[in-house]
Each structure stands twice: as C-alpha cells, then as structure tokens.
C-alpha cells in the first residue's frame, strides 16, 4: 500500500502518484482506514500518535514552509502556551498558501534570509518537519514581539538559555544575521547578569 512506501502522512497529490483517486482516498476514510487531517491530506488511522498531528498536517500542503513562532516555540518547549494556530513561515515572493483548517497563520520573511536556521526535526512518529531553529525561534519572536507574542519575552530567553545547545552568543550570531541584534542584544542583557 501507499502509506508502507510513503509514510503515515501523505497528499491527495501523492496517492495519485500510487494510482489512488478521491474516491479511493474517501472509501477509506469512511472505512476509517485513514483520517483525513485537512483538504487533501490522510494519515493511516493506526499510525503512533504524535503531538504535532496539525502541524504535519500544514506542513504536507505547504512543503516549502517552515514552521515558525510560537508553533516552533511550543515543539522546542520554550514556552508553555500551545499555540491556537500552527504559524509558518514562506519566503517573500513564493507563493503564499491558504489553509483554513487546521487553523494557519502564514508569515512572509524576507527570502535572504528565509534559509537562516532551518532544521528539520524526527517526530516521535519517525516523521519530519520544517521548523526554525530554537535560537532563530528566539530572534523571531523579539523581533516581531510588537505583532506577535504574548510570552515575557525574559522567560523566553532563559528557557532557550537552559537548553544544552543554547548561549548568548550563538543567539546574537543569529540575531546579526536576521538584522535584530540590538533588540536582542538588549534583552539578553537584561536576563543574563
């Protein structure tokens, strides 16, 4: 089947690849063979559980996006808050998708630095996902925190800083490179004595 090649996790697009048709798709979701998790996007019904069921969910109709803000911060647990809408982020000029379910908020950065602290993370479901770095999660969020976060942004960083692969430099670094290093520079001293 399908889903033994592609993985749990797979598009309408996809299963036509394999010969499989909507109505093939919806046969077995009434079957309750597979769930579907948004338009055009089915996932084995006994695939493992993950966390991030919304977020792979976005991610399979936007593969160039990466996810972003407090979506990023809730995986890297930089926060406690669990995000009512998964954010990813596309490059300025791509096109920019419209999903309404499960719910998306769609960032555009600039396409420069779009590329700066990509990571792709193995989910307990041996899936992968696009999503910021959690020092470029950090930068994003002091830097967009007018428009964006809710979260005090001095937990923010000493969470990040509690992480074994977190310092104050590796986040200035990144900072520099998104053009926000005096407002992050300015924070970090604030909670690092």
Known sequence: MVFED????????????YGLHWVDLYRLRDQGTIDELSRGVFRLASAPPVEQLDVIAVLARAPRAIACLATAASIWELTDEIPRTVHIA??????????????TTVHVFNAETFE???????LSSGE??????????????????HRESSEPLGELIRRYLRRRDATPARLLDTARALGADGPVRRIVELVVP
């Open 6 to 17: 592609h993985g749990p996790t797979l598009t309408a697009q996809v299963a036509r690849t």
């Open 128 to 145: 992968t996902i696009n999503l910021y770095s959690p020092d470029r999660t950090v930068v994003d969020i002091i830097r967009l925190a």
């Open 90 to 103: 596309v490059p300025r000029g791509a096109h920019r998708p419209r999903i309404e379910w499960p719910s």
């Open 116 to 122: 700066v602290g990509r990571e792709r993370l193995e």
